[in-house]
Nanobody, 127 residues
Framework: EVQLQASGGGLVQAGGSLRVSCAVSGFTFDDDAIGWFRQAPGKEREGISAISYPHGSTYYADSVKGRFTISSDNAKNTVYLLMSSLKPEDTAVYYC????????????????????WGRGTQVTVSS
């Protein structure tokens, strides 16, 4: 059974850093992808980053490029999102999702391509 669990959210001041984790079970990082999404109150879900396997290619939305870094520890079946220079507008519930089919390439940010979703973790950035 495929499961994803996001964790590590919390309250942080603007300019600070936070790392959220996505623990994955039920599959290994062979030929699939993990994406990070977020949804703020009253806003649409936003795809912010993804990592595709087996090459470990990474993708970022313009809104987080240069501030967020996605990585993975294959031995731990965990994907991380290190968020730096946080802004109040980064406040949202952060979700990780798995794409086990053909990676959509430039459409990586579209949630419709992801097959399994974990529960989110709240990130709040205070000004």
């Amino acid at each position: 059974e495929v499961q994803l669990q996001a964790s590590g959210g919390g309250l942080v001041q603007a300019g600070g850093s936070l790392r959220v984790s996505c623990a994955v079970s039920g599959f290994t990082f062979d030929d699939d992808a993990i994406g990070w999404f977020r949804q703020a109150p009253g806003k649409e879900r936003e795809g912010i980053s993804a990592i595709s396997y087996p090459h470990g290619s990474t993708y970022y939305a313009d809104s987080v490029k240069g501030r967020f870094t996605i990585s993975s520890d294959n031995a731990k079946n965990t994907v991380y999102l290190l968020m730096s220079s946080l802004k109040p507008e980064d406040t949202a519930v952060y979700y990780c999702a798995a794409d086990l089919d053909r990676f959509p390439g430039s459409d990586w940010w579209r949630g419709v391509y992801y097959d399994f979703w974990g529960r989110g973790t709240q990130v709040t950035v205070s000004s």
